[in-house]
């Protein structure tokens, strides 16, 4: 199969590791992480004099878009350079520079708050970052919540951009992760920190692609899984209807689902096996990677788009959840045959 949208490269600052390789590996022996409660550690390979005033938040950033960069193989062109678009999801954002600012604001007038921390507390500030680092003038925005990865290739295939860094982006706030801790549905899961950029394009000679990219779907939720109670009938008939959409008439021989040992796994489980009732499902990937909370699908994503390496899978369904409460999937398919 060949022609579409393909995932050429894979970026990842995560607790299962940061090189797509060594984390298809581990992806592949099931090995896990190892928990943790604080930040994954990173390396940004630029000089700390052109990083002053950067958040931690758009270093993250940075990093996995270099990172995917380097795994694609792929230069940017200055003089194309508005044919390259970055497109990032987040669930909470620039939360950890939010409650800096906020602090700065509560102890001094704020007209003598930083206006560099200032510019880090919107969530669209780790692409601006990227943009002006790597010299991209493509389309360009943060959603909160949403599929980047459908956005994306929209934006390949309608021809406004040849190549998209798509992909989610959720640091570590201690704020953010204490609330978890004593929420009734999220204090017995694994919450972890995590950011994956991918490579999106149209097929080339280049490189072989680690897949294609197919149909997408998504529904509304009544809330966020993670830290509230959805209603159970109505959450079915929204994972019904997302999943067939989804797949239409293909052959699915994996799913990916959301599963992170909270209570949905059974109302989303029981949909799948209806549905796909020959298709292997994959439920273990937040038990390697952690709950990423609004970089948890493009994570599903990562690991199943890795899959493609080690097994001779066809069509691929990926689901998840975001923190809008919106839940999606995602076809990936294989390329070369």
Known sequence: MSGGTVISGIGLVSALGNDAGAVGDKLLS???????????PFTLAMPSSKLRGVSRY??????????????AGIDIDAE????????????????????????????????????????????NCCVGQVCMRMKLKGPSTVMVGGNALFYSKRLIESGRADVVFAGAVEEYSEHLFGSLRNNEYAKDIDVREATVVFVLEKDSARKAPYCGIGNSASGGLSGYPLIKGVDGEKSRMIIARAV???AGDKEIC???????????????????????????????????FGETMGASFNVNVAAAALSFNSTARKNVLVTGYDPIGNYHCIILERRGD
Do not use: H
């Not at 059974?266 to 994959?282: K, T, W």
């Open 244 to 246: 067939k959409k989804c």
């Open 30 to 40: 099931g090995e896990a992480g190892g928990r943790t409660d604080g930040a994954v």
């Open 80 to 123: 194309r350079a508005s044919r390259y678009g970055t497109i990032y999801t987040t669930g909470y954002g620039a939360m950890a520079a939010n409650v800096e600012f906020g602090k700065s604001v509560a102890a001094r007038d704020p007209d003598l708050c930083s206006p560099m921390l200032f510019a880090e507390t919107v969530p």
């Open 254 to 288: 994996a799913v990916y689902t959301s599963a992170n040992s909270g209570y949905f796994d059974e109302m989303e489980e029981s949909v799948i096996a209806e549905n796909f009732p020959g298709a292997d499902i994959v439920r273990n990937v937040k038990a390697l």
């Open 58 to 71: 758009s270093k993250l950033a940075l990093c996995a878009t270099l990172s995917a960069q380097a795994d």
